[in-house]
């Protein structure tokens, strides 16, 4: 008779990957946020912590981005001998930097995890802070070095691609717009933060204590990056999908959504990295503490774009917001024709709340334009349209935040030209009756998609 010994092999431990046994590095292999049991016993407690702790680290992220822009007008008012053209292009060159940035963070996540990658752009925020701080101490850098810097600023303007499309996977259809619309307000809100308290730390006529804001800035990164470290998780369906990314670029609804975000994010970011030194170019009185409020309104405001067009369409909210942006532009001229400093800071109030709900509103179309033919229940091909739902986000966002450096040069340039910003705003103008004509004839109109879903 055979005689059995004891196995040595241990017992199964159950599986690994899941929502509660990750496997190490915090991979999630098992999660579908449309599986609705699952979403409940878990999903939805998941995805939101993985939301707040991203809404964190983009917003340093755009805290960063947009130092200089109210950093400038600052060091100028220090004794920093900067034209104005030399000023827009300090604010101008880290949007441009961000903007051709998101493309590769984009891919980042689909390389190193959400969560990875999380970690490594919070850290990288250190060296734009480091940059500025040596500015404010050293009166004499040459214009060169300070662009240079400035350039830095750029890391900061492509964590939301990165966030964006990472924040995506872990949210069903359903909640999609509210989702997206919290994350980037969240990030968007930098902007307003650092506007408000850089003034208000800074010495009057003292260019070393610009330094202050920057500084506080780099143990808040590392406090990120420590958090996303402990709390976030990697994805393994957010995975890099080639197919995916060759199908999203070869779709015109990529690039038609990409054009219209130049409209909405280009303008909130160009307005909110040009605003401050507009309004004391223009109106060399009026003091720099009311610059952040278009920003916070702005970043305030897409959220609610995002939550409306969950509710009535995300086609319909865009053409509402283009046209309020069109408004806006000529509230500004008429602003500068009466050297109303009253009439002209109402209406970039009135351009950032629009530009912000158009933010929300182009965001929400995407999933929808991308969900159309796909079947409940049909896993592959939900997985597949997250996908490259995903790649038209990181193209969008790259290229929507090109208009922000198009804004601040055209600003630049008509200012060069005509001795004014009024024919840069007309072409603003122009620009969103276009961008109207394009929603409606695309995505508005009756059977434009020749479908019933409503985009």
């Given at each position: 008779?055979?005689?059995?010994?004891?196995?040595?092999?241990?017992?199964?431990?159950?599986?690994?990957?899941?929502?509660?046994?990750?496997?190490?590095?915090?991979?999630?292999?098992?999660?579908?946020?449309?599986?609705?049991?699952?979403?409940?016993?878990?999903?939805?407690r998941?995805?939101?912590?993985?939301?707040?702790?991203?809404?964190?680290?983009?917003?340093?992220?755009?805290?960063?981005?947009?130092?200089?822009?109210?950093?400038?007008?600052?060091?100028?008012?220090?004794?920093?001998?900067?034209?104005?053209?030399?000023?827009?292009?300090?604010?101008?060159?880290?949007?441009?930097?961000?903007?051709?940035?998101?493309?590769?963070?984009?891919?980042?996540?689909?390389?190193?995890?959400?969560?990875?990658?999380?970690?490594?752009?919070?850290?990288?925020?250190?060296?734009?802070?480091?940059?500025l701080?040596?500015?404010?101490?050293?009166?004499?850098?040459?214009?060169?070095?300070?662009?240079?810097?400035?350039?830095?600023a750029?890391?900061g303007?492509?964590?939301f691609?990165?966030?964006?499309?990472?924040i995506?996977?872990?949210?069903?259809?359903?909640?999609?717009?509210?989702?997206?619309?919290?994350?980037?307000?969240?990030?968007?809100?930098?902007?307003?933060?650092?506007?408000?308290?850089?003034?208000?730390?800074?010495?009057?006529?003292?260019?070393?204590?610009?330094?202050?804001?920057?500084?506080f800035?780099?143990?808040?990164?590392?406090?990120?990056?420590?958090?996303?470290?402990?709390?976030?998780?990697?994805?393994?369906?957010?995975?890099?999908?080639?197919?995916?990314?060759?199908?999203?670029?070869?779709?015109?609804?990529?690039?038609?959504?990409?054009?219209?975000?130049?409209?909405?994010?280009?303008?909130?970011?160009?307005?909110?990295?040009?605003?401050?030194?507009?309004l004391?170019s223009?109106?060399?009185?009026?003091?720099?503490?009311?610059?952040?409020?278009?920003?916070?309104?702005?970043?305030?405001?897409?959220?609610?774009?995002?939550?409306?067009s969950?509710?009535?369409?995300?086609?319909r909210?865009?053409?509402?917001?283009?046209?309020?942006?069109?408004?806006?532009?000529?509230?500004?001229?008429?602003?500068?024709?009466?050297?109303?400093?009253?009439?002209?800071?109402?209406?970039?109030?009135v351009?950032?709340?629009?530009?912000?709900?158009?933010?929300?509103?182009?965001?929400?179309?995407?999933?929808?334009?991308?969900?159309?033919?796909?079947?409940?229940?049909?896993?592959?091909?939900?997985?597949?349209?997250?996908?490259?739902?995903?790649?038209?986000?990181?193209?969008?966002?790259?290229?929507?935040?090109?208009?922000?450096?198009l804004?601040?040069?055209?600003?630049?340039?008509?200012?060069?030209?005509?001795?004014?910003?009024?024919?840069?705003?007309?072409?603003?103008?122009?620009?969103?009756?276009?961008?109207?004509?394009?929603?409606?004839?695309?995505?508005a109109?009756?059977?434009?998609?020749?479908?019933?879903?409503r985009?």
């Amino acid at each position: 008779m055979a005689v059995q010994t004891p196995s040595t092999e241990q017992e199964p431990r159950g599986p690994v990957g899941t929502i509660d046994a990750p496997r190490a590095g915090r991979w999630v292999d098992v999660f579908d946020p449309e599986d609705q049991a699952q979403w409940a016993a878990g999903g939805r407690r998941m995805a939101r912590r993985n939301l707040w702790w991203s809404i964190g680290a983009e917003f340093l992220g755009f805290t960063v981005w947009q130092l200089w822009s109210i950093a400038t007008p600052v060091l100028v008012a220090a004794g920093y001998a900067i034209a104005l053209d030399q000023q827009l292009w300090l604010t101008a060159v880290p949007v441009l930097v961000g903007a051709t940035l998101r493309f590769p963070y984009s891919f980042a996540v689909g390389r190193f995890g959400g969560r990875n990658w999380t970690i490594i752009s919070a850290l990288l925020l250190v060296v734009p802070c480091l940059g500025l701080a040596y500015v404010a101490y050293n009166p004499g850098t040459p214009f060169w070095a300070m662009l240079l810097i400035a350039a830095t600023a750029g890391v900061g303007g492509g964590n939301f691609a990165s966030s964006m499309s990472n924040i995506h996977f872990f949210f069903p259809q359903r909640e999609k717009g509210a989702a997206l619309g919290l994350n980037a307000a969240g990030g968007n809100i930098g902007v307003a933060v650092i506007q408000a308290v850089t003034p208000f730390v800074v010495v009057a006529g003292i260019a070393a204590t610009t330094a202050r804001p920057a500084i506080f800035i780099i143990p808040l990164a590392v406090l990120a990056a420590l958090g996303a470290w402990r709390f976030m998780d990697n994805l393994a369906e957010a995975r890099s999908d080639g197919a995916a990314w060759r199908a999203a670029l070869s779709d015109r609804h990529t690039w038609l959504i990409s054009f219209l975000y130049i409209g909405t994010f280009g303008s909130f970011i160009g307005y909110a990295a040009a605003f401050p030194t507009l309004l004391k170019s223009q109106f060399p009185d009026v003091t720099l503490t009311i610059a952040f409020l278009g920003a916070l309104i702005g970043s305030l405001a897409r959220p609610w774009g995002g939550r409306l067009s969950d509710r009535v369409g995300g086609a319909r909210v865009s053409i509402v917001a283009f046209a309020v942006l069109a408004l806006g532009a000529v509230g500004a001229v008429v602003a500068l024709r009466m050297a109303s400093v009253t009439l002209f800071f109402l209406a970039f109030m009135v351009l950032f709340v629009a530009s912000g709900v158009g933010n929300g509103s182009v965001y929400r179309m995407i999933p929808a334009v991308f969900r159309r033919g796909v079947a409940d229940g049909d896993v592959g091909a939900g997985l597949y349209e997250r996908r490259i739902t995903a790649a038209c986000i990181g193209v969008a966002a790259g290229i929507g935040a090109y208009g922000g450096f198009l804004i601040n040069r055209g600003f630049a340039e008509s200012s060069k030209a005509f001795g004014s910003l009024q024919p840069a705003l007309w072409a603003f103008v122009g620009f969103y009756v276009l961008c109207i004509a394009v929603t409606w004839a695309v995505y508005a109109r009756r059977g434009a998609l020749g479908t019933s879903e409503r985009i």
